[in-house]
Nanobody, 114 residues
């Protein structure tokens, strides 16, 4: 399974970005997909997850600002990020677990200027 993320960039505080992550490879179905982030000097942390049927979870620090969604036909998960803050600056990674193996995308940089 390969995960290809895109959509990061530089944005001013209060702005918006939309991340995308598409899975490819040999698999039947993808269950839960998620977004994680890692800021410099910090541990990787969960941002949001979504099951195949659309059940979602969010970290408290993004509730009300970020929305995770997916298109099962395209094997793609999205992260709409609104009201961005400088503390959201990090590398964002998409993730899925298949047959007990963790798969990670290559990461996409999100930088929010104040």
């Amino acid at each position: 399974v390969q995960l290809q993320a895109s959509g990061g960039g530089l944005v001013q505080a209060g702005g918006s970005l939309r991340l995308s992550c598409t899975a490819s490879g040999r698999f039947v179905t993808i269950n839960t997909m998620g977004w994680y982030r890692q800021a410099p000097g910090k541990q990787r942390e969960a941002v949001a997850t979504i099951t195949r049927i659309g059940l979602t979870t969010y970290a408290d620090f993004v509730k009300g600002r970020f929305t995770i969604s997916r298109d099962n036909a395209k094997n793609t998960v999205y992260l709409q990020m609104n009201s961005l803050k400088p503390e959201d600056t990090a590398i964002y990674y998409c993730n899925t677990v298949m047959m007990t193996t963790n798969y990670w995308g290559q990461g996409t940089q999100v930088t929010v200027s104040s």
